[in-house]
């Protein structure tokens, strides 16, 4: 479960990015936010991971407190946090498997991820975890011969590896075509209904998050507009 209480930041420069913004995400919740550009979306995904510092609030991932962790403690709260990005970052010259057993890492350099051998289960774990994102003919393919589509499975897979409580998902898919996109949102919605994941999707095309989650967050200008049903979304924003 994310909880995240009055949580505020104000960039050096600029006006307030977040305004006070409460939420709780139960496990097994897939949550679209959407809201203009600019509105703070991509801020909020960062400071639930600290990636940026909030400027006041409290951010909680179950019983855990992220605002206010140590460094040590901040780095095993990361490891419950599945991060997936729309620029699929991926390791270009590395294969499938590659990509998705150096996610067992997390921030390790990405060169150590080459001479390090890997346990068993952990190898065992990706076979599953590819095949359960429809990748289990393509484990040795190199990155950069993957569609768009397939790049996003191979983020999912990496991410899943890491058996994480939340996933923060940044613009999934903004580089895919429709119907890509709504594959991979379909699949978004059953592994994190399978695992009890409680997820976060920034995405802008509203049809699309209709169509697949069940709750949406409006933010607008660092303040939630709207928090309920997605059928309902309609007449407020
Ligand atoms: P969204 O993801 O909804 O487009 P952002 O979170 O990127 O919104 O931006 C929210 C506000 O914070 C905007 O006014 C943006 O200009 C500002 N902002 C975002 N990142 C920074 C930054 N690193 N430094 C200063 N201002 C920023
Ligand atoms: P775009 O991002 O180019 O708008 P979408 O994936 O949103 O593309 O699809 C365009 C429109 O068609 C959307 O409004 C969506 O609701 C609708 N649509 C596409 N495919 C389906 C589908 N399988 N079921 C229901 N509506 C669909």
């Not at 960039?11 to 913004?21: E, I």
Request: hydrophobic share 45%.
């Amino acid at each position: 479960m994310l909880r995240i209480e009055g949580l505020q930041k104000q960039y050096r420069t600029g006006d307030a990015a977040l305004r006070g913004v409460d939420l709780v995400v139960p496990a097994g919740e897939v949550i679209g936010l959407i809201g203009p550009s600019g509105a703070g979306k991509s801020t909020l995904i960062r400071c639930v991971n600290r990636l940026v510092e909030p400027t006041a609030g409290r951010i909680f991932l179950g019983d855990d407190e992220v605002t206010g962790a140590s460094r040590r403690a901040l780095r095993r709260l990361r490891r419950r946090m599945g991060m997936i990005f729309q620029e699929f970052a991926l390791v270009e010259r590395l294969t499938v498997m590659e990509n998705v057993l150096a996610g067992r890492l997390g921030a390790v350099p990405f060169w150590r991820s080459l001479t390090r051998r890997f346990p068993p289960e952990d190898v065992r774990n990706a076979f599953a975890t590819l095949d359960r994102v429809g990748l289990l003919d393509h484990v040795d393919k190199r990155a950069d011969a993957l569609s768009g589509g397939q790049r996003q499975r191979v983020g999912i897979a990496r991410a899943l590896l890491q058996d994480p409580d939340l996933l923060l998902i940044d613009e999934p898919t903004a580089s895919l075509d429709p119907k890509t996109s709504r594959q991979i949102m379909r699949l978004i919605g059953e592994v994190c209904a399978e695992r009890r994941l409680a997820a976060v999707v920034n995405i802008h095309d509203v049809a699309l998050a209709q169509m697949f989650l069940g709750r949406i967050v409006g933010l607008k200008a660092g303040e939630v507009v709207y928090d309920g049903p997605s059928a309902g979304l309609d007449a407020t924003v």
